[in-house]
């Protein structure tokens, strides 16, 4: 078997390999994701302190719209994201329960579907512009770069998480 990159078309060549490691990630997700029982996804060891599997999935579908939408466009954040900011000094959200697996893939799926046309508009400049908030400013390129890093942590912790409460892991 070969491993290659996925490359997307739409995509300039520029930006394709940053898009095909979040692409790869995603898919390492999907495959966990897939072994996990539906009855642990709200569990947690601690639910004042460590976030649920549930919790992270809304947690890395809202950060890749935010830095996407809300970083490079300009976009607000809507309310529908709050559960994802669950257990931060600054919310007081209590983590959401009683959602199904399929409700967190699909919220995956449809954010990066809304990622992938937008990307799909950038050109080959885009990749070095410099985009964020008066405080701290980024490029695309580090923008792909640490939403590819930020999923494959929360993929140790959904691992760490399957591990410790499903016995078939």
Avoid: C
């Amino acid at each position: 078997m070969t491993e290659e990159i996925k490359k997307n078309a739409g995509i300039t060549q520029n930006l394709q390999f940053l898009f095909g490691q979040l692409e790869e990630t995603r898919g390492r997700l999907l495959n966990l994701l897939s072994k996990i029982p539906e009855e642990i996804i709200d569990k947690t060891p601690d639910d004042k302190s460590i976030e649920s599997i549930a919790t992270l999935l809304d947690h890395i579908a809202a950060v890749e719209w935010s830095w996407i939408f809300e970083d490079i466009d300009g976009e607000k954040m809507g309310e529908e994201w709050k559960y994802a900011f669950a257990l931060r000094s600054w919310s007081e959200v209590k983590q959401r329960t009683g959602k199904s697996l399929s409700f967190y893939l699909d919220q995956l799926n449809k954010v990066r579907k809304q990622i992938i046309t937008r990307i799909t508009k950038m050109n080959q400049d885009d990749r070095e512009r410099i985009v964020g908030q008066e405080k701290q400013k980024y490029t695309i390129e580090w923008i792909l770069y640490h939403l590819n890093h930020h999923e494959a942590q929360h993929h140790g912790q959904i691992s760490i998480l399957n591990r410790l409460f499903n016995e078939n892991s």
